[in-house]
C-alpha cells in the first residue's frame, strides 16, 4: 500500500468503504493465521518509572499514583496461573528503570518464569530503553520478544510529547539493537494523539515497514487526567478513536502481512467489544491481563482501563465466549511466535 492510499483509507469514514477495508484485511490475516487468536498473560509488575511521558498516567511526576513493585514469586505465580488457562506466552510488562537492581531483577524474574514452566512460556518484555548489554543480558535470560513503541514516528511530534530529555532518535537506536541481538522486535503509536493528521499515521505505517518489525502493539490513546497531555485532549472523541484504531490495525495488516498483531487493550477501553473488533479488522494476538487486581489499579496509563477487578480465571472464559461468537479459536498452549521472525532469520 502506497502512502496515498493508506491516508486516503484514514480520512474515508463512508461505512461501505470501512467494510471492504476490514474484509480485505481479514482476508490477510485468515491467510496467515487461520481463524485463531494466540493470546499472552499480560503481567504488569511495576509501575515505578524513571521518566515522565505528557499522555501517561503513571509518569514518574504523577504523584498521586500509588507504586508497586511485584516480587520474582509474585510473577512466577501470575505467569503459572497464564500456563495453566493456556496461554502459550506472558508479556513482562513495567515502567522504565535502568538501575543494576532492576536489571537483575527482570534477568531473574525471567529465568524464573522460565524453570517454573519447564520451558513452555514465551517471555516477552517491555520495559522500555535499555543498554545494548542490558537487552543482551535479558536476551540470554530466555526473553525472546521485546515490545517497544515508538509512540509516533514523526520526530517533532515525539518531541511534543516528551520531555526535552526523552530522546527519539535514541528510542529507534534501541528498536534496530534489539534486532541485531535477536530478539522478536515490536513496536506501534498511539493513535488519535492531540494534533496527529492521517499523513503522520500513514507515516508510522511505513516506518513499521522500513524497521521490518516482526510484531506490532498500538491503539488508541486516552487521555488520563493527572497527564499534562490531557490539557490538549478536552475534545477528546472516543468513537472517532476507536474507529481510528481498527483502520490502523486493518491498514497495517494490508502493508506488512504476516507480523502479529494485537488487538490492544486500549481498544476494549473505548468498546467492550474492542478487541473483538481488533480481530475481525485484521489482529491476531491479544494479551489477557492476568495482573493481581490488587496491582491492576495503580497501573492506570488512562481513564476507563477495563477488566480492573477480572480474576484471570473469568478473562480467560469471557475471551473464548467472545471470540467464539465471531468465528475466531483461542490457540492453546502455543507460543505464537511471529512468522515474520521465522522467515525473517530464515533468510539470514
Ligand atoms: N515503560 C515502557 C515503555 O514506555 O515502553 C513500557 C510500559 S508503557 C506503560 C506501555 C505503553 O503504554 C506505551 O508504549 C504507550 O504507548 C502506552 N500508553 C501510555 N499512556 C497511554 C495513554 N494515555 N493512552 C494509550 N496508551 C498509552
Ligand atoms: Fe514510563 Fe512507559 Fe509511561 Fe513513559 S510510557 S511514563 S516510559 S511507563
Sequence with gaps: MDRSAIVAALSDDDPDQLKQLRCRAYEVKVRH??????????????????????????????????RF????????????????????????????????????????????????????????????EQSTDTYARWRAAGAKRYLLRIETSDPRLYAALHPADHSFADRVRCLWELKTIGYQVGTGVMIGLPGQT??????????????????????????????????????????????LGLKMIALTRLALGDVNIAAATALQALDPSGREKGVRFGANIIMPNVTPTVHRQRYQLYEGKPCLT??????????????????????????????HFVRRTEKT
Design 33 to 66: 493465521f487461520g481463524r485463531t487468536v494466540h493470546l499472552r498473560g499480560l503481567i504488569e509488575f511495576s509501575n515505578r518509572c524513571v521518566k515522565s511521558c505528557f499522555y501517561c498516567g503513571i509518569r514518574r511526576d504523577n504523584s498521586a499514583v500509588d
Design 198 to 243: 492521517a499523513e503522520q499515521l500513514a507515516d508510522d505505517i511505513l516506518f513499521f515497514g522500513e524497521l521490518d518489525v516482526d510484531m506490532i502493539g498500538m491503539g488508541p490513546y486516552i487521555p488520563h487526567g493527572e497527564t499534562p497531555l490531557a490539557a490538549s485532549a478536552v475534545n477528546f472523541d472516543k468513537a472517532r478513536n476507536f474507529q
Design 69 to 128: 513493585s511485584m516480587t520474582v514469586d509474585e510473577i512466577v505465580q501470575c505467569a503459572l496461573n497464564s500456563h495453566r488457562l493456556g496461554y502459550g506466552s506472558v508479556v513482562l510488562q513495567s515502567g522504565e528503570r535502568r538501575d543494576s537492581d532492576f536489571v537483575a531483577f527482570v534477568d531473574e524474574a525471567v529465568r524464573a518464569v522460565l524453570k517454573a514452566s519447564g520451558g513452555e512460556l514465551g517471555v516477552t518484555l517491555s520495559c522500555g
Design 310 to 339: 477480572d480474576e484471570p480465571d473469568a478473562c480467560g472464559n469471557c475471551l473464548d465466549a467472545r471470540l467464539r461468537a465471531v468465528g475466531e479459536r483461542v490457540a492453546l498452549n502455543e507460543q505464537g511466535d511471529s512468522p
